[in-house]
């Protein structure tokens, strides 16, 4: 094995975790396709959870090192409540209010990242950032005038990337080994 090789796995760890997190990344996105709302549903849910417990240890860890224990109070609170309401919320109300949010957070990065590369363009990058930023802004604005319907696509569209990426990860750990 090259000292290229070994920098790489140090990197991204062992040849069979790269490959494990492959395999799965291919059954969610077949899921995500085969069976859209439960796959959906169950997502939420976890990430529920996974929120919950990151603000209740975002809050501990105030008290452990209290650097910037305004922003550790803050972050706790907000998990926990996005937790606990995704948690206590009904299912299929949940779900789409996650997608509905990702979808307008996904929108104004977008239009932002659009002005941004408008900008760089305008200061001398060149066509290329001026294209990316108009495209960006057509698709962060398409994206925030149709709320719901990009919601309700966003599963295939995550399903599509984890397709993609977990036969990527795939091939990739098998260079690894």
Avoid: C, H
Avoid at 131 to 155: C, E, F, K
Wanted: charged share 5%; aromatic share 10%; proline share 2%.
């Amino acid at each position: 094995m090259s000292s290229d090789a070994g920098s790489v796995q140090e990197q991204v760890g062992p040849w069979w975790l790269v490959l494990i997190e492959g395999v799965l990344a291919v059954i969610v996105g077949i899921l995500l396709f085969t069976n859209t709302a439960g796959t959906t549903v169950f997502l939420v849910q976890v990430l529920g959870i996974y929120w919950l417990i990151k603000g209740i240890f975002m809050i501990i860890s105030m008290f452990i090192d209290s650097t910037m224990w305004g922003w550790k109070l803050f972050a706790g609170i907000v998990g926990i409540l996005a937790g606990l309401l995704i948690m206590t919320g009904g299912p299929l109300y949940t779900t789409i209010l996650v997608l509905a949010v990702a979808v307008i957070v996904l929108g104004i990065q977008g239009i932002i990242m659009g002005v941004v590369y408008i900008v760089m363009a305008f200061k001398g990058g060149g066509w290329g950032p001026g294209i990316l930023g108009a495209l960006s802004i057509i698709i962060g604005v398409i994206l925030l005038a149709n709320t719901l319907i990009s919601a309700a696509v966003l599963p295939f569209v995550l399903g599509g990337f984890l397709l993609v990426g977990g036969v990527i990860a795939i091939i990739a750990a098998f260079k690894m080994r």
